[in-house]
């Protein structure tokens, strides 16, 4: 079944204990992308990358760090989480970054930073 | 910022039609307007897109008006599966030749049994 899979979906940690949220897409996706989702502020984009060792910021990278070694993995690593970064987060991946392009997305991770 | 405006809030009831509308009038000629929808806290799922003629699959139809600044997405008959937030998404092409969807606050629709 073609997806997008992110672990974990539940995360409780603390402040400055360093995290990696995994997302892997078993499409062959060139580009992918994270998000973040927070009440009010609907979905922002943190990183995105359009293919192998090419990474992006997005509006929101402050705090974030990603890489892109393989094409299918696109890790979400917060180096020292801070309660401003408890959030809803998705993973989301495209064929490519062409204009007609769909995203798909996955389930979402929801972390608490205390 | 959003470059789509749609109302907070709709509901419809089971098996009519549900004609959720959206303003996007700053769209540029060559972006695309996307539909997704969310159920509860799930990843957003992709409904339907096109930038000047109106576009059906089998999901939905989407009607986008002759100067584009807005757009319907229609629902043809609503089930209560269809319970969701809906968000109108224009597809902004990057610099660097990627793209950017820009989510607004949604229309949650509620569809009453």
């Known amino acids: 079944e073609a997806q997008v899979t992110q672990n974990p979906r539940y995360l409780i940690t603390v402040t400055g204990k360093k995290l990696t949220v995994t997302c892997s897409q078993n499409?062959?996706?060139?580009?992918m992308s994270w998000y973040r989702q927070d009440p009010g502020l609907g979905l922002r984009q943190i990183y995105y990358?359009?293919?192998?060792?090419?990474?992006d910021k997005g509006d929101v990278p402050e705090g974030y760090k990603v890489s892109r070694k393989e094409k299918r993995n696109f890790p979400l690593i917060l180096e020292s989480p801070s309660p401003n970064q408890t959030s809803l987060y998705f993973c989301?991946?495209?064929?490519?970054?062409?204009?007609?392009?769909?995203?798909?997305f996955g389930p979402g991770t929801r972390l608490l930073v205390l | 910022d959003a470059k789509t405006t749609q109302p907070p809030s709709m509901d419809c009831a089971e098996g009519r039609a549900a004609n959720l509308p959206c303003n996007h009038s700053t769209i540029s000629g060559n972006e695309y307007v996307y539909w997704y929808r969310q159920i509860h806290s799930q990843g957003p799922q992709y409904i339907i897109h096109g930038l000047k003629n109106n576009e059906t699959n089998e999901m939905a139809s989407l009607i986008i008006t002759e100067d584009r600044k807005s757009s319907t997405l229609i629902l043809p008959h609503a089930t209560l599966r269809d319970t969701a937030v809906y968000y109108c998404?224009?597809?902004?092409?990057?610099?660097?030749?990627?793209?950017?969807?820009?989510f607004g606050s949604g229309t949650r629709l509620l569809v009453r049994p």
């Open positions: 998404i224009v597809r902004v092409a990057l610099e660097d030749s990627s793209y950017k969807l820009i």
């Open positions: 989301a991946s495209s064929l490519w970054a062409g204009p007609q392009e769909t995203q798909y």
């Open positions: 990358s359009m293919n192998v060792e090419v990474t």
């Open positions: 499409m062959n996706h060139e580009y």
